[in-house]
């Protein structure tokens, strides 16, 4: 397994796939993070980073049933692994510890 530190885009798609369960593929990912980020999202990105999450062991995948709606193909659903949902748990941890030390007066007005 590849190191686990996450870069912003591969946490979103991460994320993503966590809070999609089993409807976790590829078009679903990018319409799921397009409607909460506001930002254009490219499949072909979004595929890079499910390549790259599942190569660090993050993810795993496995083929769909053909359908008829799809000319026969198939789609590769993605399913977040323990390392997967330890290396998000970090991430917040991480940022949280972050927030943290941010003194709250650099929020007041004034």
């Known amino acids: 397994m590849k190191g686990t530190n996450l870069g912003e885009f591969e946490e979103l798609v991460l994320l993503t796939v966590a809070a999609l369960l089993k409807e976790a ?13 506001g930002r254009s999202v490219k499949l072909g990105v979004v595929h890079a980073v ?3 999450l599942e190569e660090k062991g993050l993810v795993t995948s496995e083929l769909g049933e053909a359908t008829k709606a799809r000319g026969g193909k198939r789609k590769r659903y993605y399913e977040l692994t323990m390392p997967g949902k330890a290396a998000l748990i970090n991430a917040r941890a991480m940022r949280d510890q972050l927030w943290a030390k941010i003194p709250s007066l650099a929020w007041k007005n004034g």
């Open 50 to 52: 499910l390549n790259r």
């Open 25 to 37: 593929y590829s078009v679903a990912i990018c319409d799921e993070l397009a409607s909460h980020t």
